[in-house]
């Protein structure tokens, strides 16, 4: 029941608790207890916060759940620490991070709630059970998908004349057919690498969010899968990885077809052979990208993020190099001093890895984006001029040209969002 | 002693704009 009175978000426990009822809020109910490793962690799936506690922080909340006092929490905490504790701190550590936040507007179920944390995510249809995810993910479907990544690797390797190139991308006469239909592919191919995501996460338990986002100045489909932290390191990587492992699916059955047709084994036409190329082109460059933008937060970062168990590494990263260059507000001196001493220990080095990547991304961006985009601007403007509206070149070239617009201006409308969500502890 | 409470960073996995 809610205090109408004062103008806090959390609500009270009232009856026969009364003598902490100003203290203990009844959101502390909804907080979800896992282990990590020496750790625990505790979190709100309606919210999508989540923190890292040591086992004292686990006991007392779960104390409160059990009904006791703040009293008898605290002391329950300190029996565990061996030490003395201050609940009340604690309790208002909590609340600082939002983990005790009125329930989210239509979050009625904590377990069937999506962990997204801005709103404005779209919901996915949750039609799959996870059993049948599962399918996707057992031993059989790993051992599948590796088997594509040697066998595409290998064809890569010995097939010289199968490798992709940037030709590639012009697989039909008409260039500007070939541009659009590249781009209209590789929406298709970056949708199906989160919807593998997100089945991933649906065998693990775990619900997905999407959003569109951006890693550095480029455009991405994102899932979110926050709440995968609940469950055990070594169950996390699956669904880090199953983005690739459709990937490489693809790419293996691309490559056999094309070597197929090369040896004369099969008979396809040769504008599906083209079509082919520029499939692998595509996943070439996204799993190459998956790989070398890990300071970018790629799928490759949560992996090796997960594989040295921090809890928070890229804002360490980033506050890190910030000190370095140019020191940090007070604001962010604060939230530096907040993240815990593993993830400020591998930021030190994975610090450099960021501050090298971010320097070539940019030269990368001068020497090779920004040359294409302007000369690929430049071509579909004058097409603009030379078309009359009745044609579909026109349309082609204002859809291409709308596109590359969206990729300048998207970023940075996305990064001033993205920065407001932080800001408001909504999206980490 | 002092409950230390750290944030946890968001599982966010991604695929490009073509």
């Not at chain 1, 007392?60 to 009340?88: K, P, Y």
């Not at chain 1, 601007?377 to 579909?392: Q, T």
Request: proline fraction near 4%; include cysteine.
């Amino acid at each position: 029941m809610a205090r109408p009175s004062t103008p806090k978000s959390w609500e009270v426990l009232i009856g026969e608790q009364s003598e902490t009822s100003a203290e203990v809020p009844a959101t502390v109910r909804l907080l979800v207890i896992a282990p990590d490793g020496d750790e625990f962690i505790l979190g709100r799936n309606d919210l999508g916060v989540y923190v890292a506690v040591p086992e004292p922080g686990a006991v007392f909340v779960r104390a409160l759940q059990d009904g006791c006092s703040l009293a008898d929490a605290t002391a329950r905490a300190g029996a565990t620490a061996g030490a003395e504790v201050n609940g009340g701190e604690f309790l208002d550590g909590l609340r600082a991070a939002g983990l005790l936040d009125r329930q989210r507007a239509g979050g009625t179920s904590q377990t069937a709630e999506s962990a997204d944390g801005d709103g404005r995510s779209i919901r996915w249809f949750e039609g799959i059970s996870p059993r049948t995810a599962r399918v996707f993910f057992g031993r059989p479907a790993w051992a599948l998908y590796v088997g594509a990544a040697v066998a595409a690797a290998m064809v890569l390797a010995t097939r010289p004349a199968l490798r992709p190139s940037y030709s590639h991308v012009w697989w039909l006469p008409d260039p500007l057919l070939s541009l659009v239909t590249y781009v209209l592919l590789g929406f298709v191919l970056a949708a199906l690498h989160e919807v593998w995501h997100w089945l991933a996460g649906r065998s693990a338990g775990v619900p997905a969010a999407f959003r569109i986002s951006r890693r550095g100045a480029y455009l991405v489909f994102e899932t979110d899968l926050s709440q995968i932290v609940t469950v055990n390191r070594t169950a996390r990587y699956g669904p880090f990885l199953a983005g690739m492992a459709f990937d490489v699916t693809v790419l293996a059955g691309a490559l056999a077809a094309r070597a197929a047709y090369g040896s004369g084994v099969v008979e396809i036409p040769p504008s599906l052979d083209r079509l082919l190329a520029a499939v692998v082109l595509a996943l070439v460059i996204g799993i190459v990208w998956q790989w070398s933008a890990l300071f970018l937060r790629s799928d490759g970062y949560a992996v090796l993020a997960n594989a040295l168990r921090c809890h928070n590494l890229f804002r360490a990263t980033v506050l890190t190099t910030k000190w370095r260059i140019w020191g940090l507000s007070g604001e962010e001196a604060a939230e530096f001093g907040a993240i815990g001493p593993r993830d400020r220990a591998v930021a030190r080095w994975f610090g450099l890895v960021y501050l090298l990547g971010m320097i070539g991304t940019l030269w990368a961006i001068l020497i090779f984006a920004l040359p294409f985009l302007l000369s690929t601007g430049a071509w579909v403007s004058a097409n603009l001029a030379a078309y009359s509206l009745s044609s579909v070149a026109f349309w082609e070239s204002l859809a291409v040209l709308v596109y590359l617009v969206a990729g300048v201006v998207g970023p940075a409308v996305i990064a001033w969002r993205e920065r407001r969500l932080r800001r408001a502890g909504a999206l980490l | 002693m002092k409950i230390e409470i750290r944030r946890v960073e968001s599982a966010r996995l991604t695929a490009n704009f073509p």
